[in-house]
């Protein structure tokens, strides 16, 4: 199983940004996939989830501003972030062989590694003027 992510960078307050998450080495579109977030020296928040069946699943403060899709034929997940602020800035990661999240949608919830079977390397974030 393998995840890379990518589509990070520095953005204004306000801009937007897509990130993308390119799966290999498994179903994938039997599998749900989730983006978690990582500011340094805290721990993983979840940020989005995406079903197999195209469900879509957002933590409190990223609804309304995030959109979390899939493309089947090309094995990717992306994160369409929008309106981006400060607070935004971490390192975004995507994660799958998880816990369900339906359950999660609207609230704050923080994961650990270990949750979830594979993750991605991540990439940066990083919002600031």
């Known amino acids: 199983v393998q995840l890379v992510e990518s589509g990070g960078g520095l953005m204004q307050p306000g801009g937007s940004l897509r990130l993308s998450c390119a799966a290999s080495g498994f179903t994938f579109s039997g599998y749900a996939i989730a983006w978690a977030r990582q500011v340094a020296g805290k721990g993983l928040e979840w940020v989005s989830g995406?079903?197999?069946?195209?469900?879509?699943y957002y933590a409190r403060s990223m609804k309304g501003r995030f959109t979390i899709s899939r493309d089947n034929a090309k094995n990717t997940v992306y994160l369409r972030m929008n309106n981006l602020k400060p607070e935004d800035t971490a390192v975004y990661y995507c994660a799958t062989d998880g816990p369900p999240f339906h359950l999660r949608d609207g609230s704050s919830w923080y994961v650990r590694r270990e949750d979830f079977g594979s993750w991605g390397q991540g990439t940066q974030v990083t919002v600031s003027s």
């Open positions: 995406i079903y197999s069946d195209g469900r879509t």
